[in-house]
């Protein structure tokens, strides 16, 4: 079964620093996406970045990166110079669609804060 | 504008007392799901729908249906609503090939009391 593990509940950060959110899956798959999702406080679910994991190149949008270690099945989301709008939940996801079968999962969230 | 639309946003019922929350988009999407988020547990899947009339369990459809009669549409029953049902329910919907965007109605907060 595909879980997804987020270890740190809950982080905080000063404003225009680097943080970095982890993340772990486990599967047997070998063709998947991997995703991570913001939710601020009106807790609209927002994509803020995407992996299919048959790219070894690791995405990147705008200040958000991750570091996708497909071996060692990590999925990290580093967000360079934090901003207040920043703050919210974020939630690690795995998909994999197979044969019109699909299955995602969520991670457990990961409380980000960043001060002033 | 493109949309994920949800309501009520908000409901309060009583145990055992049949409710429906809509979920209606209009990008002609093909995939349709259904998700409940708990603290500490981030979201789960309920149901999913590959298209019209086609639906499948996600992790934890008990207590749940969903029917997919027109492909806008994909409301989601709770026949005899508990109190371990009382959680926050979101809809999403995406084009069939469209696995980088997954779009999001703005979530339901249910209490049953």
């Known amino acids: 079964a595909q879980t997804v593990t987020q270890s740190q509940p809950e982080m905080s950060v000063q404003e225009a620093e680097t943080v970095t959110l982890s993340c772990t899956y486990d599967?047997?798959?070998?063709?998947?996406?991997l995703f991570w999702y913001k939710q601020p406080p009106s807790r609209q679910m927002i994509l803020v970045i995407r992996?299919?994991?048959?790219?070894?190149q690791n995405a990147t949008e705008n200040r958000f990166s991750v570091n996708f270690q497909k071996a060692a099945k990590s999925f990290s989301l580093k967000i360079s110079d934090s901003q207040l709008g920043d703050t919210a939940m974020y939630f690690c996801?795995?998909?994999?669609?197979?044969?019109?079968?699909?299955?995602?999962?969520f991670g457990k969230g990961m409380k980000l804060t960043v001060n002033p | 504008e493109a949309q994920v639309t949800q309501n009520p946003r908000y409901l309060i019922t009583v145990t055992g007392k049949k409710l429906t929350v809509t979920c209606s988009q209009n990008m002609n999407h093909e995939y349709m799901s259904w998700y409940r988020q708990d603290p500490g547990l981030g979201l789960r899947q309920i149901y999913y729908s590959m298209n019209v009339e086609v639906t499948d369990k996600g992790d934890v459809p008990e207590g749940y249906k969903v029917s997919r009669k027109e492909k806008r549409n994909f409301p989601l029953i709770l026949e005899s609503p508990s109190p371990n049902q009382t959680s926050l329910y979101f809809c999403a919907s995406r084009a069939r090939q469209g696995f980088e965007k997954l779009f999001f109605g703005s979530g339901t907060q249910l209490s049953v009391l």
């Open positions: 599967t047997s798959e070998s063709n998947y996406y």
């Open positions: 992996q299919e994991a048959y790219k070894q």
């Open positions: 996801a795995f998909m994999r669609y197979q044969g019109g079968s699909e299955k995602l999962v």
